[in-house]
């Protein structure tokens, strides 16, 4: 009895030793987010913050798809230098940022509060000064916003037999059918995925997944390749700017384009002269920094 006694105690210290040795988990830091979604977030806090470890909170849960990693994200974020609570850089003053999902495109630190996380999401990161030269030497407090990379709206019910057929796979990358018939003569706008965003003013700078066909159904330009949205101000592209004002984000939209009107987007000897067709996804459209948005 006495060594069972004995050995109990031996493993009772163990268990204490263990748990003294044990790292116990950081105190929450106290940082407040407010804001709405598709708006730069307020922080609040106390400056400085001491922080020697990551720490993470989902501000709201997305309900769109989830984030995989080594596929393309697309982000708004908000950071500060948590040492005086300055503004360090933004997004929402100007385009969203697209990257893939990886740990060499967004560091390891923003690669692990993303990758699991759903569209739609707000999330807070804060972060220690890293040691990496390309990084900051400051402790950091991010606000990410998760944005779709595809459109996200209700189907819309086609009606005109003239115009393509468009068809979306799994990624929501579209497919063109050619029509039959001749290439109308004017410019057309068929939505054909209606989303609840904002609507799209003729100066605005927009974020979209395209491809562009000849009207034989011949592709000539496609970001869907990269699988990366791009960014792009309506005024160097006027015939989307014609075709796109009052379009809704989240929308994916047919775009047939005469020979009248210049391709604005690409440029190319081989399309001179030919109807061409785009189908646009519009996955954010915001108006140019110091503008009032209204066209």
């Not at 993470?56 to 005086?84: H, K």
């Not at 923003?110 to 000064?129: C, E, K, W």
């Not at 011949?218 to 009052?246: C, H, K, M, Y």
Request: glycine share 8%; aromatic share 6%.
């Amino acid at each position: 009895m006495r060594r069972l006694r004995t050995a109990c105690a031996v493993v009772a210290l163990a268990v204490l030793a263990l748990a003294a040795c044990t790292d116990a988990p950081p105190e929450p830091i106290e940082v407040t987010v407010t804001g709405d979604a598709g708006v730069a977030p307020t922080l609040t806090y106390v400056a400085p913050l001491a922080v020697d470890k990551t720490q993470r909170e989902t501000i709201w849960d997305g309900t769109g798809p989830v984030l995989e990693a080594d596929q393309p994200v697309l982000i708004d974020y908000w950071l500060e230098n948590a040492t005086d609570a300055t503004l360090v850089r933004e997004s929402y003053s100007t385009n969203p940022s697209s990257q893939f999902l990886t740990p060499q495109d967004l560091g390891e630190d923003l690669y692990h509060t993303l990758v699991g996380q759903h569209v739609g999401a707000r999330l807070l990161q804060i972060s220690p000064p890293s040691s990496d030269e390309s990084a900051t030497d400051y402790p950091t407090v991010t606000v990410i916003d998760v944005l779709p990379t595809r459109a996200s709206g209700d189907p819309v019910d086609v009606t005109r037999t003239d115009l393509p057929t468009v068809t979306r796979d799994d990624d929501g990358r579209p497919s063109l059918t050619p029509a039959t018939g001749d290439a109308p003569t004017e410019l057309v706008t068929q939505p054909l995925l209606r989303g609840t965003g904002r609507q799209v003013a003729a100066k605005d700078t927009i974020t979209v997944q395209y491809t562009g066909w000849a009207w034989d159904g011949v592709e000539f330009d496609s970001t869907w390749g990269q699988r990366i949205p791009v960014s792009l101000s309506l005024l160097d592209v006027p015939t989307w700017a014609d075709a796109l004002v009052d379009q809704t984000t989240g929308s994916q939209v047919m775009v047939v384009v005469p020979p009248s009107y210049p391709l604005g987007v690409t440029q190319s000897e081989e399309l001179a002269g030919q109807t061409v067709v785009f189908v646009v996804d519009i996955l954010d459209s915001r108006a140019p920094l110091g503008s009032t948005g209204d066209g």
